[in-house]
Nanobody, 115 residues
Framework: QVQLVESGGGLVQPGGSLTLSCAASENIFNFNAMGWYRQAPGKPREMVATINVGGVTDYADSVKGRFTISRDNAMNTVALQMSSLGPDDTAIYYC?????????WGPGTQVTVAS
């Protein structure tokens, strides 16, 4: 089973930027899509951004225009560039790899937006 490891989380001030990275243990072409999800305290996990094997992206309405997902097929990594961060973006961010309806998840990385 693929192993996913997120990095890049931390504390950032409102209005700031942060880039998350996800490293996969195998070729990400093996998966229909890679994605980033997040879960805030007391809330269900929600999709943030996904990118499929063809490079087509999808974003949650709340992050459109602020977040950008990208993939490096040679390095088997997926990145999430985040800007104009606000307190509502505070959450644990999880990397995902999907084959059909089966998801594999990383352990997550904490992003905290606070002054």
């Amino acid at each position: 089973q693929v192993q996913l490891v997120e990095s890049g989380g931390g504390l950032v001030q409102p209005g700031g930027s942060l880039t998350l990275s996800c490293a996969a243990s195998e070729n990400i072409f093996n998966f229909n899509a890679m994605g980033w999800y997040r879960q805030a305290p007391g809330k269900p996990r929600e999709m943030v951004a996904t990118i499929n094997v063809g490079g087509v992206t999808d974003y949650a309405d709340s992050v459109k225009g602020r977040f950008t997902i990208s993939r490096d097929n040679a390095m088997n990594t997926v990145a999430l560039q985040m800007s104009s961060l606000g307190p509502d973006d505070t959450a644990i961010y999880y990397c995902s790899a999907r084959i059909l309806r089966r998801f594999t998840w990383g352990p997550g990385t904490q992003v905290t937006v606070a002054s």
